[in-house]
């Protein structure tokens, strides 16, 4: 009884894959480059902001930071924080220690 219905139910795909001995011809991928500003975003740029290591972290320091790095998104990293991995580049991490004095600029 379920022979005769197992046949029916793959005999369509029998007959697509018998048809199908070459791959399907399609047109090459052809990707233009966009620049940053019509993507949407802005790139970090950590080096920029190395002379702020040693200072003391605080919203006056975040904002300059920010604008010199170019940096769109800040993460404050407090002492001994697991970070998620994710990948951002447009977000620039400050790390600082148990006296708020930033310890490391990194981008991410």
């Known amino acids: 009884m379920f022979k005769p219905l197992l046949s029916i139910t793959f005999l369509p795909l029998l007959a697509c894959s018998a048809n199908s001995k070459e791959p399907p011809k399609s047109s090459p991928i052809i990707i233009e480059p966009i620049s940053l500003f019509e993507a949407g975003g802005f790139l970090c740029n950590a080096k920029s902001a190395q002379s702020y ?3 003391k972290a605080d919203s006056e320091l975040a904002k300059t930071i920010l604008s010199v790095t170019g940096a769109k998104i800040l993460r404050w990293v407090p002492p001994r924080a697991n970070l998620s991995k994710d990948h951002r580049v447009n977000r620039i991490n400050i790390a600082y220690d148990e006296d708020y ?3 490391s600029i990194r981008c991410g």
């Open 101 to 103: 004095i930033v310890t």
């Open 53 to 55: 290591i040693g200072q």
